[in-house]
């Protein structure tokens, strides 16, 4: 068991199952015998709107919500997103990135200039040396459905975490799964037991 918290910060937009996610999330926690709570704040209602969800883990949990400078693990959808909760994350933060890229307006009419790779992972190789890249939808595709993509990036999470050892014992790949059967259709249940058994699979290749 932790002595601390952990907290966790998982930055998408709309459309992309990032609140599904954040359930699953909270729910392993729980299941783990951890104290959990979550917030959400979405910014705009509508697909393609950011979305942010605080989820929190510890013996002791008072608030959901994560202060700058406090998050422990990023997970990011959307690589724009991820780069827009920079100052969340605490120096030696563990973060891993979704490859999809989702423009706003801004970067659509010119206004802005979406972000390179490069400069993506140069602002946060300065925070951090735990730094993963994954792409959830090429993945997903290949088993057929791109609407797994967010268990993919769970099971890549599930992962890091076991590798980490940020959270302790308790969260084994069973629970994880145990977890997400309950909340996903019955006859989607092998589907995102292979791709969360994929993401896995993603980060130990590396």
């Not at 509508?46 to 998050?71: C, D, F, K, M, N």
């Not at 909760?85 to 490859?99: E, H, K, Q, T, Y």
């Not at 014992?169 to 909340?183: D, G, H, N, Q, Y």
């Amino acid at each position: 068991m932790m002595n601390t918290s952990i907290n966790f910060l998982l930055a998408g937009v709309g459309g992309q199952g990032t609140i599904l996610a954040s359930d699953v999330l909270v729910n392993v926690g729980l299941a783990a015998g951890f104290q959990a709570k979550q917030a959400e704040v979405h910014g705009m209602s509508q697909r393609g709107g950011s979305v942010t969800s605080h989820v929190r883990w510890g013996q002791v949990v008072y608030s959901p919500l994560i202060g700058a400078g406090e998050a422990d693990v990023l997970l990011a959808f959307e690589k724009l997103e991820g780069l827009r909760s920079l100052n969340f994350m605490r120096p030696g933060a563990l973060v891993l990135i979704n490859m999809q890229v989702i423009e706003p307006l801004t970067a659509i009419s010119g206004d802005q200039v979406y972000p390179t790779d490069e400069s993506l992972h140069a602002a946060f190789s300065r925070l951090t040396s735990d730094l993963e890249f994954i792409n959830g939808e090429q993945i997903a595709a290949s088993l057929g459905n791109l609407k797994v993509a967010n268990v993919v990036l769970l099971g890549a999470l599930s992962a890091l975490l076991e590798h980490s050892q940020r959270a302790g014992a308790a969260l084994t790949p069973a629970l994880w799964l145990k977890v997400i059967s309950e909340r996903v259709p019955a006859k989607h249940i092998e589907l995102n037991r292979q791709a969360f058994q994929a993401g896995r699979e993603a980060l130990s290749k590396k």
